[in-house]
């Protein structure tokens, strides 16, 4: 099964955009690449995802490469509210969510 | 709005006992999961279902039992509770199998096996 590589943590300014960079270099042609987002002492979200072409939802973008080796999840104004572990995952060969460490993103004030 | 609700927000539970975590659906959702999470490991599936009566074994289902005889309730047995399955347990559902669906995540329980 494929899988996805984060930083563990970014920082970011409140109402600034924020680039979220994941890599998944041994994406195969079918997998859908997914995001969810996890805050505090709460159970994760789902965000955005895509196949192939950028998508754009009312919480994110989703840009994805043209080779699909990487996607970037974009928070177009952060907000303190936006401070939440977010994970790129893509799908596994059961139909399984594949789950990494995520990236923690912190925004300051 | 999908909601998906987990019977507990914490248990405290001994060595040895039967647990017993429920979760319930009411979105009419065919597919069902239940997940641990640690730190530093992220989400770790156990088991999921995509029927009643169906199941199938995630990534870690070793000490864990699970029973779906309806389609809105997803349940996770530890047979006899460990120190070692201390961790937060979460829940989701969703709608179909296909490589584009959403999971849905309850609030999670988090369990403390002493």
């Known amino acids: 099964d494929a899988k996805t590589t984060q930083p563990n943590s970014m920082e970011s300014n409140e109402e600034e955009p924020v680039h979220l960079p994941c890599n998944h270099s041994?994406?195969?042609?079918?997998?859908?690449i997914h995001w969810y987002r996890q805050l505090p002492s709460q159970g994760p979200e789902y965000v955005i995802h895509?196949?192939?072409?950028?998508v754009n939802n009312r919480m994110a973008s989703l840009a994805i490469a043209e080779d699909r080796k990487s996607s970037t999840l974009i928070l177009h104004r952060a907000t303190l509210r936006d401070a939440a572990v977010y994970y790129c995952?893509?799908?596994?060969?059961?139909?399984?969510?594949?789950w990494g460490a995520g990236t923690k993103l912190i925004i300051k004030p | 709005d999908v909601k998906v609700t987990q019977s507990s927000r914490y248990l405290v539970k001994r060595t040895g006992e039967k647990v017993f975590l429920e979760c319930v659906q009411d979105?009419?959702?065919?597919?069902m999961f239940w997940y641990r999470q640690d730190p530093g490991l992220g989400l770790r599936l156990i088991y999921f279902?995509?029927?009643?009566?169906?199941?199938e074994k995630g990534d870690i289902p070793e000490g864990y039992s699970v029973s779906r005889e309806k389609k809105e309730r997803f349940s996770l047995i530890l047979e006899s509770a460990s120190t070692n399955q201390t961790s937060m347990y979460l829940c989701?559902?969703?709608?179909?199998?296909?490589?584009?669906?959403?999971?849905?995540f309850g609030p999670g329980t988090r369990l403390l096996v002493l």
């Open positions: 989701a559902s969703s709608l179909s199998p296909g490589k584009g669906e959403t999971q849905y």
């Open positions: 979105m009419d959702h065919e597919n």
């Open positions: 279902s995509y029927d009643v009566k169906m199941k």
């Open positions: 041994t994406i195969s042609g079918t997998d859908y």
């Open positions: 895509g196949l192939t072409s950028n």
């Open positions: 995952i893509l799908r596994g060969s059961n139909y399984q969510l594949i």
